[in-house]
């Protein structure tokens, strides 16, 4: 449905056949309707930086040079991050952002970088350093440029398409294959996602965003189209499921609960709870509910307590430098040879013993430093749109008419941030269970977290970090 205006207080809205006249160039209602004109209309007009950015993160998700095989002739990703690094230079709205969390990364990085040359085996250390570096790198670069309330919301759609794409490929599958179980679960595009369990999580990092947006834009548009963004979420699930990945339907579990039960116990809301959860037991394979009874005493599971167990210990024989950048793998076979259930050693099936083994305590110190940053900047978000912004909109349905005491919230800023940090626990909880610290799952969440608390503070606090707007008032739709 198209959005009208109610009060003189109320943000600008226009109807279909206003957009494209002369509108308050800090009005938004376009983008919230998701009008292709009137994205379009401001995105021609961007600069090189933010384009090459944008096509960074396309060419990086979708892979369309994979697709069409014609296109692999140049490294495309690096190309754009090249531009985007050149571009920025003179990008004039370029900003250095001042935040907590390029401190922890850095000195995350640099600890990195000295177990590099302390590890054990120089070799696969230094093999793999582009693993992590590269996102030391695509983080700042995120940061600087994606720098305004237009440009984040370009972004994340590009993200949010791009996962979608993947996630109806998934579910579809999944469904054509009649919700059976197979051991390999889903295949991802090629890439960072192909392996099945590296696909959950990316659904995880989408999926509580993908909602969280489609509940803040319900108002502004029809609704079909809100239909087809509640397809975001629910196909993400749904390939969650079908990866067979047990470490990502419990994160799936937990975002479920922060989503939809947690702070709205009500009688409609758990009677739809419940049928959700029926339903997707019922189709969940009896493969797969095996597998969870089973949990603790497979063979897998074997192998990866012992992956664990093992490498706590590496961690306290070398406590300040563990045993080098993906090192755990040789380490072990070396060490521990009688203790693989499988032949050869694979990663430790942990984040936390991961970054602890490589870079040791101090390595793990400052990770653990940059999740709690992360989640910590998303709840900040969150108490400025509380403080300094109409109140948030009831989430049990659309905004209610003049005269109610419930308001719209006129900025997205407060939703996206608590779809990030769900986001971000969903990575925490699967992360126990695969070693994907140096994917890009952590790195470009907390990249758009920055982003959007540097924005949110601009908008509520004004550049001077002081507050230089009243409080709108309450309006409606």
């Known amino acids: 449905m198209s959005v009208s205006k109610k009060s003189m207080n109320s943000p600008p809205t226009h109807t279909g056949s206003q957009v494209g006249r002369t509108q308050d160039p800090a009005d938004l209602t376009g983008f919230y309707s998701l009008r292709p004109g009137a994205v379009w209309g401001w995105l021609r007009t961007e600069h090189l930086s933010f384009w090459a950015i944008c096509s960074y993160l396309f060419v990086e998700y979708v892979r369309p040079q994979r697709i069409i095989t014609a296109l692999d002739i140049l490294p495309w990703a690096y190309l754009f991050l090249l531009l985007a690094f050149l571009g920025m230079f003179v990008d004039r709205s370029r900003r250095w952002v001042r935040h907590p969390a390029n401190l922890w990364v850095a000195i995350f990085s640099l600890l990195l970088l000295v ?80 392996n099945s369990g590296e696909l959950a999580i990316q659904m995880l990092m989408f999926a509580p965003i993908a909602y969280e947006v489609a509940i803040f834009v319900r108002p502004y548009v029809g609704r079909l189209t809100f239909y087809v963004l509640l397809m975001m979420p629910i196909t993400a699930a749904m390939t969650v499921m079908g990866a067979s990945s047990r470490g990502g339907q419990l994160g799936l579990a937990y975002q479920a609960y922060r989503s939809l039960i947690k702070g709205r116990l009500s009688f409609k809301v758990l009677v739809s709870v419940g049928v959700l959860a029926v339903i997707a037991w019922q189709i969940l394979p009896d493969e797969q509910k095996a597998r969870f009874s089973s949990s603790g005493s497979d063979r897998t599971s074997q192998q990866r307590l012992l992956y664990w167990k093992h490498g706590w210990d590496m961690m306290l024989d070398r406590p300040m430098t563990g045993v080098g950048y993906f090192g755990f793998a040789p380490y072990y076979q070396d060490h521990f040879p009688d203790d693989l259930l499988y032949g050869v050693p694979q990663l430790p099936h942990n984040i936390f013993i ?15 430093m940059v999740i709690y940053i992360n989640l910590r900047t998303a709840r900040d978000i969150q108490k400025l749109a509380r403080e300094h912004g109409p109140a948030s909109r ?36 699967a992360g126990q269970f695969v070693t994907v610290s140096y ?11 920055v982003c959007l608390h540097n924005i949110a503070k601009q908008h509520y606090l004004g550049p001077l970090g002081v507050t230089t707007r009243k409080p709108l008032q309450p309006s409606a739709y």
């Not at 054509?176 to 595009?189: D, E, Q």
Request: net charge neutral; proline share 6%; with cysteine.
């Open 354 to 368: 991961q970054v602890g083994t490589d870079a040791g305590f101090p390595g793990l110190i400052a990770f653990l």
């Open 394 to 429: 009831p989430r049990d349905g659309p905004a209610t008419p003049a005269g109610n005491s419930s308001v719209v919230d006129d900025k997205p800023f407060a939703a996206i941030a608590k779809g990030l940090a769900i986001a971000c626990w969903g990575f925490v909880i």
């Open 115 to 194: 177990s590099c040359f302390t590890a054990i085996y120089q070799d696969e250390a230094w093999k793999h350093f582009e693993w992590y570096f590269q996102w030391w790198a695509i983080y700042t670069l995120i940061v600087v440029i994606v720098n305004s309330e237009r440009r984040f919301l370009v972004f994340l759609a590009i993200f949010m398409i791009a996962t979608f794409k993947i996630s109806i490929f998934g579910a579809r599958t999944w469904a054509m294959r009649g919700f059976a179980f197979t051991k390999w679960g889903l295949v991802g595009p090629p890439g960072y996602f192909e």
């Open 439 to 449: 994917y890009p799952f952590l790195w470009i969440n907390l990249a758009l977290t």
